[in-house]
């Protein structure tokens, strides 16, 4: 299961993420996203854990909790949207 993690201290690493998860169960993966520009965190980051009901439990217990002086926004993440489909496209001939 997907997990996003908002709210981030710019101070907060990876590791720090993934032991605070660790409390609940196994961690397939932490990953905190940066600029891509200037690599400073854009203070949200994302994780993975193998199992449904440990995450779900990492959700409840995070969520509101403070790590690294910041209140953390924790829940299930959401597919990014697919940002081929938008617009006007249609395709198909005008005539």
Avoid: C, H, W
């Avoid at 409840?60 to 829940?75: I, P, S």
């Avoid at 597919?79 to 395709?91: A, I, L, T, V, Y």
């Amino acid at each position: 299961m997907n997990i996003y993690v908002g709210n981030l201290s710019n101070e907060t690493t990876e590791e720090d993420l993934s032991e605070a998860f660790r409390a609940f169960g196994q961690v397939a993966s932490a990953k905190i996203i940066t600029d891509k520009y200037s690599g400073v965190s854009r203070g949200f980051g994302f994780i993975e854990m193998p199992a449904k009901a440990e995450a779900q439990s990492a959700i409840n217990g995070l969520n509101g909790t403070e790590l690294k002086g910041q209140t953390l926004t924790v829940n299930e993440a959401r597919p990014r949207p697919d940002r081929n489909r938008g617009g006007r496209g249609g395709g198909g001939r005008r005539y």
